[in-house]
């Protein structure tokens, strides 16, 4: 189970962070991601981050790229994305990702989503 949260209603230049806490998977060795779908659109990876290596690779899309940093912590079996200078199209219903797979294709398991609402 993942379980986001998080989310809120901000204005354009603000910053969110995001958790989503998990429970019945083995987190240390799952990548996790950070998925977004606004409204009108498809899904898409926003981040996401290995199970293993010093430091962990990660990867972004290009629109959040030197704004949003998603993070781990395996004690917690947690996924963070710490979102800063937040822009009205990052409007989104943000959903974690566990399992992603080589070349950071989605995984299996999915949170419920939270909803980031960024007001200009």
């Known amino acids: 189970q993942l379980q986001a949260s998080g989310g809120g209603l901000v204005q354009a230049g603000g910053s969110l962070r995001l958790s989503c806490a998990t429970s019945?998977?083995?987190?240390?060795?799952?990548?996790m991601g950070w998925y977004r779908q606004g409204p009108g659109k498809q899904r898409e990876l926003v981040a996401g981050i290995t199970s293993g290596g010093t430091p962990y690779a990660t990867t972004y899309a290009d629109s959040v790229k030197g704004r949003f940093t998603i993070s781990r912590d395996n004690a917690k079996s947690t996924v963070y994305l710490r979102m800063n200078s937040l822009k009205p199209e990052d409007t989104a219903v943000y959903y974690c990702?566990?399992?992603?797979?080589?070349?950071?294709?989605?995984?299996?398991?999915w949170g419920q989503g939270t909803q980031v609402t960024v007001s200009s």
């Open positions: 019945g998977i083995i987190f240390g060795v799952n990548a």
């Open positions: 990702n566990a399992g992603l797979r080589l070349g950071w294709v989605m995984g299996p398991h």
